[in-house]
């Protein structure tokens, strides 16, 4: 396995695969890796013939000084994790190689009424800093295939519409998300989670499959929507949105959708942590 801090020693490495026009698959992470990351590495690896996993805590993706602060940082165990799985290459850049001073790095994308909910809505600006971030580390290393879960099921989305919009050589794949035995998505901010709320937090995904039973039974999404943010609301946590929307514009449902793919997604506070997770209900037809 090798390992890239700089820009240039990473596209020599990649340039032989690129003149030979091998598929690079790419799997952009903020390290702190768990079981989820490693499947989206798995899923390159066997598609593809060289994968590269970036570990780079973005700073222009987070709206809150604390949160990014707080980011669980574990550089030697991601870097152990990469090379058991048979990663080809890690890049590992300074906030400067990502950001030169002086380079405008900005991303003009226009999401439009897809990032005004969810994330969107909860954490203003975020999507530009993704949106910037990957548009970055998609021009450093050209990949033929990004990799991202559909744990964040709007950010890959947006990922998706970015590539479209910008005309980027790149096909998304949107991979499944992993879980913990209980059913909690897997998340490197559940290491910031104590032993009880870890526990507790198994309420997320339940409800997320309670109101996929909802749903079928004929209950309005409206509803469906008031009875999952109760549920939600136990002690220690508070959820921060629920709903259910058309997976293919992200906007909320105002009635069942029988032949449209639906997702419910949400978020919870689980005292200082934020966990968001989702779950597909209906694919469409
Ligand atoms: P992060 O390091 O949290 O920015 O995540 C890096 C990539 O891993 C993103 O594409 C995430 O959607 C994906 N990811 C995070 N958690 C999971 C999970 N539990 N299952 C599958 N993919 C995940």
């Known amino acids: 396995m090798y390992l890239f801090k700089n820009v240039s020693g990473l596209r020599a490495f990649l340039e032989p695969f690129r003149t030979k026009n091998r598929a690079i698959g790419f799997v952009p992470t903020m390290g702190a890796l768990h079981e989820g990351h490693l499947s989206l590495i798995r899923e390159s690896l066997a598609a593809t013939h060289c994968t590269v996993c970036s570990i780079f805590v973005n700073p222009t993706q987070f709206n809150q000084q604390a949160d990014l602060e707080q980011y669980p940082r574990t550089p030697a165990k991601d870097l152990q994790m990469l090379y058991e799985v048979g990663c080809q290459a890690v ?8 950001y030169p001073p002086g380079l405008d790095t900005s991303v003009a994308v226009d999401f439009g ?16 800093g993704v949106a910037q971030v990957v548009k970055r580390l998609l021009d450093i290393v050209q ?36 879980r913990e035995a209980n059913g909690l998505a897997m998340s490197s901010r559940n290491a910031r989670l104590n032993p009880e709320q870890r526990k507790q937090a198994a309420i997320i995904y339940k409800t997320l499959q309670d109101a996929g039973a909802w749903i079928k ?40 959708q029988p032949d449209r793919m639906v997702v419910a997604c949400t978020a919870v506070w689980a005292g200082e942590v934020r966990l968001i997770d989702n779950l597909i209900l209906q694919t469409g037809s």
């Open 91 to 98: 890049f590992m850049p300074t906030v400067e190689a990502i």
């Open 113 to 128: 009424q897809l990032a005004e909910g969810m994330e969107g809505r909860f954490r203003p600006g975020h999507f530009q």
């Open 143 to 178: 990949p033929s295939h990004l990799y991202m879960g559909q744990k964040d099921y709007q950010q890959c989305f947006l990922v998706r519409h970015m590539a479209q919009a910008l005309a980027l050589p790149v096909e998304v794949v949107m991979s499944p998300t992993v």
């Open 217 to 256: 039974q004929g209950l309005p999404p409206a509803e469906v929507q008031e009875k999952a943010l109760q549920q939600l609301t136990i002690p220690g946590f508070r959820p921060e949105y629920f709903e259910i929307i058309n997976g293919q514009t992200l906007q909320q449902l105002n009635e069942a």
